[in-house]
């Protein structure tokens, strides 16, 4: 009996290897096979959609074109991208999904001479430039806030940056006085010729000084000798 039991298990044994052993011939045979499949994926990146096509066909492989991207980098019509990446295990007759670039993104750039600072604020942020620089000078020709010049310029038709820089005229150049001494002297006549050089008055105080003409000047702002553009102010305490 104990003979018998023996022999059984010795045969189970045996048995159960050659299940085992057929078992791991068939997975290895059918990695074999899938392995004998598959193809390595090349590398696309900055050919033609021609080239590509080429390269992959002779791998068994097929293209697809997922997208189009602006890409600075990329000249038009070259692939930007590629899924799966190179290199990788790929069936064949598969694909392989590519972005294409639809080359330097450029924008028309817009008139902005001869506007306002105003209308031009607008017109580049609807065009989607962004101010980067905002110089002024006298430009006697051109009223204040117009803008003389632009960088980059009409002429340059597109964009590669979307920074805008603008010269803007600040009208023409303010003519400058000298402070003269009117210490002593009438404000009622002083007021007037105030008025007439293009200058401003300011704050008029009073004060009572016994001896002394009524509306002549005690105090003055700015003092003597201070230089003092047109449009300016002068202030001034007048003997009541």
Not at 120 to 131: H, M, S
Request: with cysteine; glycine share 8%.
């Amino acid at each position: 009996m104990q003979t018998k039991l023996l022999t059984f298990f010795r045969w189970l044994f045996f048995g159960s290897l050659l299940l085992v052993s057929g078992f791991v011939s068939c997975l290895t045979a059918m990695r074999l096979a899938i392995r004998g499949n598959e193809v390595v994926v090349p590398a696309l990146a900055g050919k033609s959609l021609e080239e590509g096509t080429r390269q992959l066909a002779a791998s068994s492989l097929h293209i697809k074109i997922e997208s189009r991207r602006f890409d600075d980098k990329t000249p038009k019509n070259r692939i930007v991208s590629q899924v799966p990446l190179p290199n990788s295990q790929l069936k064949r007759e598969q694909s392989v999904r590519v972005i294409l670039s639809l080359g330097e993104k450029k924008l028309p750039v817009p008139e902005l001479e001869g506007e306002t600072i105003r209308a031009g604020q607008i017109l580049l942020l609807k065009r989607g430039f962004t101010l980067a620089m905002l110089s002024t000078t006298y430009y006697p020709s051109l009223e204040k806030d117009m803008i003389i010049a632009q960088n980059p310029p009409t002429e340059a038709k597109y964009a590669k940056s979307l920074l805008m820089s603008i010269l803007v005229s600040g009208g023409s150049k303010p003519k400058d006085f000298l402070m003269p001494d009117l210490l002593g002297m009438d404000w009622e006549s002083i007021s007037k010729r105030i008025a007439e050089v293009g200058l401003k008055i300011g704050d008029v105080t009073y004060q009572s000084l016994p001896g002394i003409s009524r509306g002549t000047i005690l105090r003055q702002s700015p003092p003597v000798g201070s230089k003092l553009l047109e449009g300016g102010t002068i202030s001034a305490e007048i003997n009541r």
